[in-house]
């Protein structure tokens, strides 16, 4: 193994290290705290009847788990986003993430009141079809860049626009929607994350097998063309992959923003250059780390108050979008 | 490896811009193509290149049409640098491995022979020094070079090139044509290569293709070119000088 190398799985077994860490922090904090000892026993289940093994299986467990895989989805989402727009302020948004979860809510909201469980597999639904739209419309412009750009605007723009009609002609959607679109892991289940988790893993299997080829969408569409591959082709897998798994996010932690623009920038400084096969993993487990960070932050710097993790990463978001912005010198 | 174009006919936005265009390139040869601006340079080498593919005629590589090739095969076959080269945030050791893409499995692990290829790219190029370095951190002639170096790793027989000197100094055009002309000597390459400066094509090129009103209106060698007043007729200058001493152009009354 060269020098180069072995720095890299060095540096991959510290960010685990570090996540494992986070994770933890989020077992023991909370409105109940646990002490180290307490969190290690309710975790190896000694006594299932223990408060804290409830506290820690039923709570807290499926919560910080949620918060790993959510951050892992939206942050691949999000390198994947911005590799294949060549656009660094590329985000789940772009491809309609957003709005066609937000508007498959409200519309279940409108046609189901009652159904509110369906609320994860539409926003999933939503999302997905919203990507497809805006990726087929704009291969059917062209396929440039631009185009994919200007139709996510496009779709959205008139998506958001639904949303605003329906809560207008259904007000009693809007409670549902504000809980949805402030994103958070409250009261996730085991059993809701199963098939987003299943989708997320297959997702990130797929970008890593496909990381190499995805790397030549810098290079723009006629090297990539002279290179064997078809870039419109390389393109849209890309749009998919990563629409899946921002979708699968969104299913059960709501429109939690910015993390899928920030941590591909934030994991750029930790790896030299952009090769897809580092970045990936390294954006994973830094998004996992942000979103425990500002969910257990949420939780416990208001408390008893609980402010959504969603609300915390825009928090974080926003000045980070402003400093991408002026900071010219740094490039995707 | 011979190249042949046969009764080319193409439309570029609804509008022919080759009509029967018949030439073909000998191995190891460097053939400028050059033509006034929308004369269907660009148009023609996007069919070499498989990009386009709705035209009337047939390009053959060895005898066999490319539009039967799957892009791999063609990859394999065909190198293309476009004029305008994009500014990726990748080293450029990477840049030049990308060119192996045609032979690497899904992946990209490099073989023994891959990476002698790449370091043979790297020497060859004058990048060696660069490996390391950025590609949006180069100049214009270091990017060029980093690009070339990424076209010889994908080491193809025909290698073709859009106006590689374009926006580069005096001497970075020297180089960039002195290295061109000793990769064509010592690996034997075959060069196409869309040119527009008069007295770089008459100094560099074994053969000249010049694209005049749809229409291959010449082809042959720089001194059968001086000699048919190719650059009088078709555009509108007047060149003085030799291969030795140099060309000049003037532009007519």
Known sequence: M??????????????????LLCAFLG????????????????????????????????????????????????????????TATNNPLAGPNIIG???????????????????????????????????????????KAGGARVTLVLSGVAVSTLLNAGISF???????????????????????????????????????????????????????????????????????IALLLASASAAAAVSFAGLLGFVGLMVPHIARRFIKGSDLRKLLPVSAMLGAMLVLLADLFGRTAFAPSQIPAGIITALIGVPFFFLLLFQRRYRL | MKTEFSHICASYRKKRVLQDITFSLEEGSITALIGRNGAGKSTLISCLTGEKTDYDGTILLDGRDIRTMDVQTRARLISCLPQNLPKPHVTVRELVTFGRTPYLPLTGKLS?????????????TNMTAFADAFVDTLSGGERRRAF??????????????????????ANSRFELMALIDNMRKTMGKTFLIVMHDLPEVLRCANQIAVLHDKQLTFFGNADECLAQQIPQKCFNVRVHGSKEDGYAVIPMQ
């Open chain 2, 112 to 124: 023994k022979n891959d990476e002698i290829i790449i370091d043979r790219a790297l020497e060859v």
């Open chain 1, 166 to 236: 329906l809560k207008l002609l259904y007000p009693d959607t809007s409670i549902a929607y504000n809980y949805f679109s402030a994103g958070g892991i409250d009261g996730v289940t085991f059993s809701q994350m199963l098939v987003p988790a299943v989708m997320i893993f297959i997702t990130a299997l797929l970008s890593m097998l496909l990381a190499n080829r995805f790397n030549l969408l810098c290079l723009g569409d006629s090297i990539v063309h002279c290179l064997g591959l078809r870039a419109r082709v390389l393109r849209s």
């Open chain 1, 27 to 82: 077992l023991r904090f909370g409105s109940a705290e646990l002490s180290m000892g307490q969190v290690i026993r309710g975790l190896l289940r000694n006594d299932p009847d223990a408060i804290e093994t409830k506290v820690v299986w039923v709570i807290r467990l499926p919560h910080v788990i949620g918060c790993i895989l959510c951050g892992m989805a939206l942050s691949i989402s999000g390198v994947l986003l911005q």
């Open chain 2, 148 to 169: 070339l170096a990424m076209t010889f790793a994908q080491n193809t027989p025909l290698i073709v090139l859009d106006e590689p000197t374009a926006h580069l100094d």
């Open chain 1, 97 to 139: 993430v957003n709005a066609g979860a937000g508007f498959a809510v409200v519309l279940l909201m409108c046609l189901f009141p009652m159904q509110y469980r369906l609320i994860p597999l539409a926003a999933f639904i939503g999302a997905f079809l919203c990507t497809i739209l805006i990726v087929t419309a704009a291969n």
């Open chain 1, 2 to 19: 060269n020098k180069e190398k072995r720095s890299f799985a060095l540096l991959l077994w510290i960010l685990f290290l570090c996540m």
